[in-house]
Nanobody, 124 residues
Framework: QVQLAESGGGLVQLGGSLTLSCAASTRTFSTYTMAWFRQAPGKERDFVAGMPWGDKNTFYADSVKGRCTISRDNAKNTVYLQINSLKDDDTAVYYC?????????????????WGQGTQVTVSS
């Protein structure tokens, strides 16, 4: 079992930036696909960004492409999500997800491990 713990959420100004962190409780962190999803009230949980294991490739949803960066520090068992130029539509609960497959893709049902989520609220 892998436990994931997100941090870094909160109230952020419109147009501002935010960095979320997710710490994983596994010594084989480097062999997991890591991803971020988000869920706004009344909506489905959507893919935001992801990184396969053993790979420098990154994948982003169209809604955040160009203003979002996912990165991982395998030595710290941590994955990060930086979002710039925050918009109202970025308000959601952000979830960290992990899976043992090389690349789990963009569907939430394909990820085995989830954090509890951290709320991000963009305020104007």
């Amino acid at each position: 079992q892998v436990q994931l713990a997100e941090s870094g959420g909160g109230l952020v100004q419109l147009g501002g930036s935010l960095t979320l962190s997710c710490a994983a409780s596994t010594r084989t962190f480097s062999t997991y696909t890591m991803a971020w999803f988000r869920q706004a009230p009344g909506k489905e949980r959507d893919f935001v960004a992801g990184m396969p294991w053993g790979d420098k490739n990154t994948f982003y949803a169209d809604s955040v492409k160009g203003r979002c960066t996912i990165s991982r520090d395998n030595a710290k068992n941590t994955v990060y999500l930086q979002i710039n130029s925050l918009k109202d539509d970025d308000t959601a609960v952000y979830y960290c997800a992990a899976d043992r497959s090389v690349w789990a893709g963009v569907r939430s049902r394909d990820y085995d491990y989830w954090g509890q989520g951290t709320q991000v609220t963009v305020s104007s």
